[in-house]
């Protein structure tokens, strides 16, 4: 595929793919492995929501990410694993070598009885391995399901049950910085309350000999033994469904949001090109986990896609010590580096001492998703770590949009620090206010919508899709509401201002306020609670929970601690409050209905000002909160 290479190209382009959006995504389309053309580019209806790309087509993901590259790109690295702890040697594994691995695992998939359209859960620490499993069930046509390693056994088991998956593979442990984290452990009391699991397949890589269930815990080691290395991929619809990757909403049940073959694998390879500018044999950096919607995009499949060698990292941050990050850039010789604003902040907080170590004269773009950065943070990454001389591409998208919407497209479009700038061709957002009229013109601020499908959207939320209408199409008739608040300036440049709903993005993670809400009411002297964000200087926004106990002695230490367990068991330590703060009673308006936007001044520090309060059943209770923080 082409990438753009000037602004008068990205105008022309822009302006194509609004005139003519069939004609413009079928040109994209052109340079994948078809093993059959569309008959009809897209087919929609928002109403619905019914959105379908490429339909006819048929194909195979991993084909394209691997078999399409055996020619010309066989021995060029793909993956470049780095491991957690530095002593351990690093990996290279090469395109022909991951094709082996990948057909070798398929084979594995399919004699425990897979077959296209079953769910496969995944629940892994960053190696080479998840990839191959995840690269094995697209090949195979098996829908992945990736869960974060760092979600409890009750989050873990919910979105198995959820999706009935058939098999979960996972390993026995994790290394996290200093930590040995075990997992099978976990994954043990999950599946005794999963029924539709089969098998789950085990990878050693703490070598913590765990309890293996007869008949059900297969270790992967002893599964690929002897396995032949040819696997003919399956040969997939273009609507078909890819993969299913769970994220937060306003209510305390998470979304499997769903994403397609064709539309997925035309976007995330050209959103990828495009927005970092990749070329020749550069290495790609991007430091999220697979568990998460970036991961999936641009770890992966974006990277995979267009032939690149991607960088894989297991560890954290901060260890040994908060210069990993640029130690394993000069390291590995990294080129485009892509990170959350949260670790940037992170990493600034610790001092220079860490970053002056390295060279870094290897990197040539920057890239940060996941959150809003501000302006100091991005002062920091462009002069510190991009020596003044990189692009950094603040890229802004979602899991349901499946990959980059609104970004630069690396030293080509004017850079805005704190905006996410332009859309990509291809994409066309609006804003709309409080009665889902259009804002029309600039130096305006709204809620973002998108107006018109894109190849990689949200097809549906598995196994609820008057959900996914009513989440993303029914707040803005004939749209795709995103959630977020939005500025376009006087130049029509984008500047993403945050979440407008009941979700709180803690270090670049969504987390639902109901979710954390309903781990806290388990808890049996808790009567109500109401959480909302407040703004955390390193995680972008920190939980803040305020609680109503029965404890007849009051409020305690222990109860508060007690709460902590109970978010951990429900979702997992990412979800764990900054503050706990016990109440006596709640601002509600006359319905029962909880006003967190007084509630949200309050937890950011706000003592007066509330503005006004007359609906409220009782307003009393403001000041009360208030005085109870003293
Ligand atoms: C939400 C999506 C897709 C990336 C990882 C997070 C916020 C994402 C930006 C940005 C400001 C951003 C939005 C969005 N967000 N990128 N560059 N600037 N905000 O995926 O968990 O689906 O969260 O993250 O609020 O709606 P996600």
């Given at each position: ?8 190209e ?25 093993k059959r ?19 006819g ?15 010309s790109?066989?021995?060029?690295t ?27 695992f ?38 992945h ?36 984290l ?25 070598s ?8 059900r815990?297969l ?7 002897g ?20 994220t ?19 976007y ?5 090109r ?33 032939g ?11 260890f040994p ?13 990294v080129n485009i ?12 907080a ?9 060279k ?33 591409v ?16 690396a ?6 620090p704190?905006y ?41 939320i ?13 707040t ?26 009941d ?15 309903d ?19 390193i ?24 709460i ?47 503005g ?19």
């Open positions: 595929m082409q990438k753009i290479n000037s602004f008068e990205f105008q022309s382009e822009y302006k194509k793919s609004v005139e003519n959006p069939e004609k413009f995504w079928a040109e994209k389309a052109k340079s994948f492995l078809w053309l569309w008959d009809k580019v897209l087919d929609w209806d928002f109403e619905e929501p019914k959105v379908k790309w490429f339909e087509a048929k194909l195979n993901i991993s084909e394209n990410c691997l078999d399409r590259h055996l020619e790109l066989a021995d060029k793909a993956i470049l694993w780095e491991p957690n702890h530095p002593s351990e040697e690093a990996k290279h594994i090469s395109y022909s070598e991951l094709h082996t691995r990948v057909s070798r398929s084979n594995v998939l399919k004699s425990l009885g897979v077959v296209k359209g079953d769910r496969i859960a995944l629940y892994m620490p960053m190696v080479p391995e998840l990839t191959i499993a995840v690269l094995a069930c697209a090949r195979i046509g098996a829908i399901s990736v869960v974060f390693a760092g979600f409890s056994a009750k989050a873990l088991a919910d979105r198995i049950n959820d999706s009935s998956c058939k098999l979960l593979i996972t390993a026995d442990g994790s290394y996290r910085g200093a930590k040995t075990d997992l099978k452990p976990i994954v043990d009391i999950a599946l005794e309350s999963c029924p539709s699991i089969e098998h789950a397949i085990v990878l050693e890589r703490i913590s000999k765990p309890t293996m269930k007869a008949h815990d270790w992967w080691h002893e599964l690929i033994e396995v032949s290395s040819v696997c003919e991929a399956t040969i997939m619809d273009a609507e078909d469904e890819l993969f299913i990757l769970y937060s909403g306003s209510t305390g049940k998470p979304k499997g949001v769903v994403h397609s073959t064709a539309g997925y694998m035309v995330a390879e050209y959103s990828f495009n927005v970092f500018q990749y070329e020749g044999n550069d290495v790609f950096w991007c430091t999220a986990d697979i568990g998460w919607i970036t991961g999936h995009s641009y770890v992966i499949y974006g990277p995979l896609l267009a690149a060698t991607t960088l894989m990292f297991e560890g954290i941050p901060t010590d908060a210069g990993r990050f640029w130690e394993v850039i000069d390291k590995h010789q580096f892509y990170t959350a604003p949260t670790a940037i902040r992170a990493l600034e610790c001092g220079l001492d860490f970053v002056k170590p390295y870094l004269d290897s990197l040539k773009v920057l890239g940060t998703v996941g959150e809003p950065i501000n302006e100091e943070a991005w002062q920091w990454y462009h002069k510190h770590i991009g020596k003044e001389k990189c692009p950094i603040d890229t802004w998208w979602q899991t349901e949009t499946g990959g980059m919407m609104i970004a630069p497209l030293g080509i479009t004017q850079l805005k704190m996410a700038t332009l859309p990509l061709p291809g994409i066309q957002p609006c804003l709309v206010d409080a009665e889902g009229k259009e804002i029309i013109g600039n130096g305006v601020e709204g809620n973002l919508c998108i107006k018109y499908p894109w190849p990689s959207m949200i097809r549906t598995y196994g609820d899709h008057k959900r996914c209408n009513e989440v993303y199409f029914s803005n008739p004939g749209k795709y509401f995103t959630g977020d608040g939005c500025k376009r300036d006087e130049d029509g440049f984008y500047r993403i201002t945050g979440r407008v709903d979700v709180i993005n803690v270090s670049g993670h969504r987390i639902g306020t109901a979710e954390v809400e781990a806290i009411n388990t808890h049996r002297l808790v009567v109500e609670s109401a959480v909302v964000g407040f703004p955390h200087p995680k972008g926004q920190g939980i803040y929970a305020f609680v109503i106990t029965s404890d007849l002695n009051g409020p305690s230490e222990l109860i508060k601690s007690e902590i367990v109970e978010i951990c068991g429900h979702i997992g330590a990412i979800a764990k409050p900054e503050q706990i703060q016990f109440v006596n009673g709640l601002p509600k308006t006359r319905s029962g209905k909880i006003m967190r936007r007084i509630l949200r001044k309050i937890a950011s520090g706000e003592k007066e000002n509330f006004d309060t007359t609906t409220l059943l009782d307003p009393e209770v403001v000041q009360q909160i208030v005085k109870s923080l003293n």
